[in-house]
T-cell receptor, first 116, second 114 residues
Framework: NAGVMQNPRHLVRRRGQEARLRCSPM?????VYWYRQLPEEGLKFMVY????????ESGMPKERFSAEFPKEGPSILRIQQVVRGDSAAYFC??????????????FGQGTRLTVV | DQQVKQNSPSLSVQEGRISILNCDYT??????FLWYKKYPAEGPTFLIS?????DKNEDGRFTVFLNKSAKHLSLHIVPSQPGDSAVYFC?????????????FGSGTQLTVLP
């Protein structure tokens, strides 16, 4: 039973390009969460999705960032026109049902985005 | 506005001794608290959790204590082992907005010396 899979592990983009980060949740998990970790900081919540629905995007920047979790395929976090401040580790987590306290969320290994 | 704070960025402990990691929170709406362990280049791994209706939860070498009146929780690891060396994040859930998101502290780097 594979864990949460994120790809790519490392992504380098030039300023102004688009970054697409993928997250395949654990088998049977229909709830996905994206977190961002800036250097020397803790993880910050970005968005919570269920299949085909955005449940909570209160942590997502209003511009340039979008997320989706289609019926088929992985969840995608998309960052348009990247800037240096977007450089961070982006973590995806999944759970079989709404967590805390009923179940825990399992994290992927993250995608480290570097904007040059 | 940091709602979950880990004021010690690092902690060093001798192997076999107790490690105590501390965490403070400001939002009284949090009702569930978790500790995650993170190795370099990996995602956080769930360690132990506690509901706000309890004041202690134990799992093997790991015990989490919650003091609601002080808005403080701590993670005790005893005995500490070199493999415990990692960054430990305190996290909380249940505040405003979606109850499904976690609010993380900035982490404490634990080093267990052999």
């Amino acid at each position: 039973n594979a864990g949460v899979m994120q790809n790519p592990r490392h992504l380098v983009r030039r300023r102004g390009q688009e970054a697409r980060l993928r997250c395949s949740p654990m088998k049977g998990h229909s709830h996905v969460y994206w977190y961002r970790q800036l250097p020397e900081e803790g993880l910050k919540f970005m968005v919570y999705l269920q299949k085909e629905n955005i449940i909570d995007e209160s942590g997502m920047p209003k511009e340039r960032f979008s997320a989706e979790f289609p019926k088929e395929g992985p969840s995608i976090l998309r960052i348009q026109q990247v800037v240096r401040g977007d450089s961070a580790a982006y973590f995806c987590a999944s759970s079989p049902s709404p967590p805390f306290p009923n179940t825990e969320a399992f994290f992927g290994q993250g995608t480290r985005l570097t904007v040059v | 506005d940091q709602q979950v704070k880990q004021n010690s960025p690092s902690l060093s402990v001798q192997e076999g001794r107790i490690s105590i990691l501390n965490c403070d929170y400001t939002n009284s709406m949090f009702d569930y608290f978790l500790w995650y362990k993170k190795y370099p280049a990996e995602g956080p791994t769930f360690l132990i959790s506690i509901s706000s209706i309890k004041d202690k939860n134990e799992d093997g070498r790991f015990t989490v204590f919650l003091n609601k009146s002080a808005k403080h929780l701590s993670l005790h690891i005893v005995p500490s082992q070199p493999g415990d060396s990692a960054v430990y994040f305190c996290a909380a859930s249940g505040a405003s907005g979606s109850a499904r998101q976690l609010t993380f502290g900035s982490g404490t780097q634990l080093t267990v010396l052999p």
